[in-house]
């Protein structure tokens, strides 16, 4: 994942890893960390830019990449106890886990058991730290010229947030479509719903009206962030991180298959349509 196409100077070792091979490991990365701040903390927006680009690659690895990962000795690893014990005694080889360049996946018998059916506080923490990273450059880019835009674009971005996709767009969402009087989704966490829930896919008005609002949120700080160099760079590359991240991580299971991002394979709704129906059925 790190070191894709890097020639293999050493052979290997299959095997824990010895203190002297951790401490050795963590010796050589804080020198990397810190052999910079000598110069950053002249800039202190350099630094906070530094800072929380280590903090989102860390905080990304260990939420996705961490929980599937098969050097089980590693500090950072985070597979279940019961996976390990069970890829460990052989069962890769009969056919109970599927290994590939994206990590231990459950075999074909239970494919929706993949799929994100409930969203967790922590899940909101870490989209939301995500999110304010491009927010407070345009925000900042904007308060440098004018106090009066700021105000007009937190406006903006509340609007579109609380009322625009909330009414256009969520409201089809599986997840805001549950009986809680509150949203538990990963990007509103607590917010009140304003509108009712409509759980059926969503239309092409909907997608338009959605898109257009996105797209103003984007665009609106623009003439101020090409006046600040840096700040439209750390804006452009905060937003392209958030898409691409998504992208990979979470519209592969999602369950509200009527966004078009989703990137669900159509066996698994199919599966998963099943299920619901038939608990559904079986409930009444």
């Not at 050493?10 to 824990?16: I, L, S, T, V």
């Not at 050097?71 to 069962?91: I, Q, T, Y």
Request: aromatic content about 18%; glycine content about 6%.
């Amino acid at each position: 994942m790190m070191l894709s196409g890097v020639p293999k100077i050493f052979k290997a070792r299959p095997g824990p890893h010895s203190p002297f091979e951790k401490a050795m490991t963590i010796l050589g990365a804080l020198p990397m960390f810190f052999f910079p701040v000598y110069w950053l903390v002249r800039d202190p927006l350099l630094l906070g830019a530094y800072c929380v680009s280590w903090a989102l690659f860390f905080l990304t690895a260990r939420r996705y990449e961490c929980v599937r990962c098969l050097n089980f000795e590693c500090p950072m690893n985070r597979v279940p106890a019961g996976v390990k014990e069970e890829f460990e005694k052989g069962d890769r080889l009969s056919g109970n886990f599927e290994l590939s360049g994206k990590g231990i996946r459950e075999s074909y018998s239970d494919r929706c058991s993949s799929l994100r059916v409930r969203h967790e506080f922590r899940d909101f923490l870490y989209w939301n730290f995500v999110t304010l990273v491009f927010l407070f450059s345009a925000g900042l880019a904007i308060g440098i010229s004018s106090t009066g835009w700021l105000l007009a674009y937190i406006f903006i971005v509340f609007f579109h947030f609380d009322i625009l996709e909330q009414r256009f767009f969520c409201t089809h969402c599986p997840y805001f479509v549950r009986g809680e009087k509150s949203l538990r989704c990963m990007m509103n966490w607590g917010w009140p719903k304003h509108f009712r829930p409509r759980p059926y896919p969503p239309g092409k008005f909907d997608l338009v009206i959605t898109t257009l609002g996105f797209i103003i949120v984007i665009l609106f700080p623009l003439p101020w962030l090409l006046k600040v160099p840096f700040l439209l760079g750390a804006y452009s590359i905060s937003i392209l991180l958030f898409l691409l991240t998504i992208w990979r991580y979470e519209c592969i299971r999602c369950i509200y298959f009527g966004c078009p991002f989703n990137r669900v394979s159509v066996d698994v709704r199919k599966e998963f349509e099943k299920r619901k129906k038939f608990e559904k059925g079986k409930a009444s």
